[in-house]
């Protein structure tokens, strides 16, 4: 079964940048659909970008299009979230789901079949 695995989250002033990554073991990341998902105390998950397994333009949340770049490296398993010019309203748990599929990214959480754990990014002065 395939594992995802999130890292570099921490604490950052508003306008810095973060990377976080996501690590997947278990399979191949070519066939999977990766997204980003993140929730801040008392809200829904949110979508926030999306990698498709064929490839073609990734999705991005309009609250985060021009800040945030996903990518994926395949021969390595892992994806990347590029975040600048971050606001306090990005604070919050950081999830990358994956979906072994050839069919488009979806916003959903209830598509993605497999979880990391979380990785908190706060965005305070």
């Known amino acids: 079964q395939v594992q995802l695995v999130e890292s570099g989250g921490g604490l950052v002033q508003p306008g810095g940048s973060l990377r976080l990554s996501c690590a997947v073991s278990?399979?191949?990341?070519?066939?999977?659909?990766i997204a980003w998902f993140r929730q801040a105390p008392g809200k829904e998950r949110e979508g926030v970008s999306c990698?498709?397994?064929?490839?073609?333009?990734?999705n991005y949340a309009d609250s985060v299009k021009g800040r945030f770049t996903i990518s994926r490296d395949n021969a390595k398993n892992t994806v990347t979230l590029q975040m600048n010019s971050l606001k306090p309203e990005d604070t919050g748990t950081y999830y990358c789901?994956?979906?072994?599929?050839?069919?488009?990214?979806?916003?959903?959480?209830?598509?993605?079949?497999?979880w990391g754990q979380g990785t908190q990014v706060t965005v305070s002065s």
């Open positions: 789901a994956g979906r072994r599929t050839s069919l488009s990214c979806s916003s959903s959480p209830a598509e993605y079949d497999s």
């Open positions: 278990g399979d191949t990341l070519k066939y999977f659909n």
């Open positions: 990698s498709r397994s064929s490839g073609g333009s990734p």
